[in-house]
């Protein structure tokens, strides 16, 4: 399926975390990408996000505006706006 991407801004780049804003228009995506740093997301938005993940496998989850969550380095998938609206959330890499 062909997508539009999301729009990723890099607002802090340093030695210690690296900051991005995600904006996505309704069906954008992120593209498959692993996670080298364990990370932290806040939620600007609504967010329903439908992640594909390694086996074929996807899973939807949804989070209201202003909720954070972290995970773990590793992670791998491909983040999809599974909504019918723009969603918007900051991702905070942890370097060390």
């Not at 340093?14 to 997301?41: C, K, L, M, Q, S």
């Not at 439908?50 to 202003?66: D, H, N, Q, Y």
């Amino acid at each position: 399926m062909n997508r539009p991407t999301a729009v990723a801004t890099v607002l802090v780049d340093d030695e210690r975390v690296r900051v991005t804003r995600f904006d996505f228009a309704p069906e954008a995506e992120t593209g498959w990408h692993r996670h080298a740093f364990d990370y932290v997301i806040t939620t600007l938005t609504r967010c329903s996000m439908l992640l594909e993940e390694p086996g074929g496998g996807t899973r939807t989850v949804s989070f209201e505006a202003g909720e954070a969550y972290r995970r773990t380095e590793g992670v791998e998938h491909n983040v999809i706006n599974a909504g019918g609206f723009e969603m918007s959330f900051v991702e905070v890499e942890l370097k060390q």
